[in-house]
């Protein structure tokens, strides 16, 4: 019973900030939407992965600052791409090292990944992150590795 | 009220760029030659533009019930932006789609 609190107290935090109509009508619906997701993740018995995400690292704003810094830089690169007379588009398919993050950590790295216009990852596991790209050296960029060690340091000892 | 100028002016800068990227990438998605480079150009409009514009609407709102809805709303753009991203590309993948290298034919 502690993970239904777990999961319909935060849901329904969120459903009151997302909503602000405190009227009858409204808070019944939003209680009845509740139920059902609830019954829904207990069919689908997907609640206890379901809390993973709550134990979060405090470096996660400077990373996601740096993760926005990089991703703007690149939108920049691949726009120009997209408005040249002839794109220089030379795609790579190349795998970059997971070594040995947690499965969170892999999940954060590979969307990463897959956020940052130009790079995008294709299938993961524990060998790597088969990432596809518009030029090879971007995922000479990934394989050397600064993006993994910021993703590395999030996890939380 | 040169402060509400200010904002006024930084949200304004901040959508037209966002505008920009999302034309951008739609132009992409029709000049680039294959499914997967299309799916770069389509992450310019999923994380730049909507990103920008959403940061511009942030700067241009006053209350704070609005603000605290759009940073929401932008981190869950974060989340299952890339994440319905990765799901198109490792079916793409595991169906055997072509990876189109430079000189060939665009399809």
Redesign the interface.
């Known amino acids: 019973m502690v993970w239904m609190l777990r999961l319909t107290l935060p849901l329904a935090g969120?459903w009151l900030?997302?909503s602000?109509h405190y009227t009858f009508l409204l808070l019944s619906l939003g209680a009845l939407t509740l139920v059902i997701v609830t019954w829904i993740a207990w069919r689908t018995d997907t609640v206890d992965r379901a809390g993973v995400a709550l134990h979060l690292s405090p470096r996660l704003p400077l990373y996601?600052l740096w993760l926005?810094k990089e991703?703007?830089l690149a939108?920049?690169a691949?726009?120009r791409?997209?408005?040249s007379l002839r794109?220089a588009?030379?795609?790579a398919?190349d795998l970059t090292p997971v070594g040995d993050m947690s499965e969170l950590s892999q999940v954060i790295y590979?969307?990463?990944i897959?956020?940052?216009?130009?790079?995008?990852?294709?299938?993961?596991d524990d060998n790597g992150v088969?990432v596809?790209s518009?030029k090879a050296s971007d995922i000479g960029e990934l394989q050397a590795g600064e993006m993994h060690g910021r993703v590395r340091r999030l996890e939380v000892r | 009220m040169s402060a509400s100028l200010v904002a006024e002016l930084v949200s304004g800068v901040l959508l037209a760029a966002g505008g920009l990227f999302v034309i951008s990438g739609g132009v992409g998605l029709l000049r680039f030659p294959d499914f997967y480079t299309r799916i770069h150009a389509v992450g310019i409009t999923d994380s730049a533009g909507a990103g920008l514009i959403l940061l511009g609407l942030l700067f241009h709102t006053t209350s704070w019930d609005t603000a605290v809805r759009l940073v929401l709303i932008l981190l869950f753009m974060v989340l299952t932006g890339p994440t319905a991203t990765h799901a198109l590309a490792q079916a793409a993948r595991r169906d055997g789609v072509h990876v189109w290298r430079e000189g060939e034919r665009r399809r």
Not at chain 1, 114 to 124: D, M, Q
């Open positions: 969120f900030v997302l602000g996601l926005a991703v703007f939108s920049v691949v726009s791409q997209v408005w794109p588009l030379r795609p398919v590979a969307n990463s897959t956020l940052t216009p130009g790079t995008l990852s294709l299938t993961v088969e596809h518009l």
